[in-house]
């Protein structure tokens, strides 16, 4: 969850490795005020940093980071990536 205030109401988006996050239908979805990520139906591909991003066009946009770890089970495939 990202809250942010400011004078004009400043916009919120979320970023993975610098780009937009991408929503995606029963996957990852963005509240309309932009604050909250949700990611449905997770997998470990969604483990890793995100930043929320606030941005009312007076002065710098403003960045946070987040970090996101998932736990799970393996499949047979993932074992040699980043399992846990």
């Known amino acids: 969850m990202c809250h942010v205030t400011g004078d004009p109401t400043p ?3 979320w970023l993975r ?5 991408e929503t995606a239908e029963d996957a990852v979805l963005v509240a309309e005020d932009g604050g909250l990520l949700m990611i449905n139906n997770v997998t ?3 483990d890793g940093w995100y930043e929320c ?3 009312n ?8 980071a987040v970090y996101v770890d ?10 040699h990536n980043k399992c846990r």
């Open 53 to 55: 991003e606030a941005n």
């Open 70 to 79: 998932v736990l799970g089970t393996c499949t047979q495939s993932q074992r």
């Open 17 to 21: 490795h610098d780009s937009q996050v």
């Open 11 to 13: 916009t919120v988006s």
């Open 57 to 64: 066009g007076v002065g710098p946009a403003q960045r946070q």
């Open 44 to 46: 470990l591909d969604y």
